[in-house]
């Protein structure tokens, strides 16, 4: 645990393989390395949503559990959606994607690097609707490619959450259900792979209870 640098309150962190967390107290954006401790500029204030999860709950996927130790919520014209930050226990993480009651699961994919529509999508050329890419025998299409801007952040994450960050994403499907996300803030692109699911699949465990909304017998 260390001390928000603004206003002095105890920040827990929740992975110690993050740098940047924010302040559930002020909203500062802390960075916190071998070099020190940074206060950032303050980070939007997340605006209120019906998800019943929340920074520490427990998912399990397949053999591995996680627990949620960071949240981001990204908007764009047609909407908003949010990423949670996942960390099994060896410290790998994944990213729980959020929207209107649809979940993606995602672990970081580093088998495309010489895709040329991802070596394309680094360099500022985003992919045409319907595009595919073949991984590991998956075929898996281009189905959506949006710009959005981040509406606010909370717990610990990999990046900074600053007002006016951006982040172009494009999803691509398959037809069994895989699904590949690709991100690129800045000049920093990554490639994400995984499947949708149920809420209820992931087993989890330490749900958000939301004031006339009780939770389904299924989540309890």
């Known amino acids: 645990m260390i001390n928000c640098p603004s206003c002095g309150a105890a920040l827990t962190l929740r992975s110690a393989a993050q740098v940047y967390s924010t302040c559930s107290y002020c909203q500062s954006l802390v960075l916190h390395s071998a070099l020190g401790i940074e206060d950032l500029g303050k980070v939007a204030v997340l605006p209120f949503d019906m998800s019943p999860i929340r920074l520490g709950t427990r998912l399990r996927v397949e053999q591995d559990r996680f627990h949620v130790v960071g ?116 000049e920093s692109v990554s490639a994400w792979f995984g499947h949708f699911c149920e809420l209820v699949d992931l087993e989890p465990e330490g749900l958000r209870e939301i004031e006339g909304w009780p939770l389904p017998e299924a989540l309890r």
């Open 71 to 186: 949240r981001v919520r990204w908007g764009w014209s047609g909407g908003a959606w949010n990423e949670w930050l996942l960390e099994a226990g060896d410290g790998s993480p994944a990213w729980l994607a959020e929207a209107m009651g649809m979940y993606l699961f995602t672990r970081e994919c580093h088998a495309l690097g010489d895709d040329p529509v991802v070596v394309a999508f680094a360099s500022g050329r985003e992919p045409q609707l319907g595009q595919a890419i073949l991984l590991d025998g998956t075929l898996l299409r281009a189905t959506d490619i949006k710009a959005a801007q981040c509406l606010g952040s909370e717990g610990d994450l990999p990046f900074a959450t600053l007002p006016g960050t951006e982040l172009v994403n494009a999803d691509f499907r398959s037809r069994t259900g895989a699904a590949l996300s690709l991100q690129r803030q800045g």
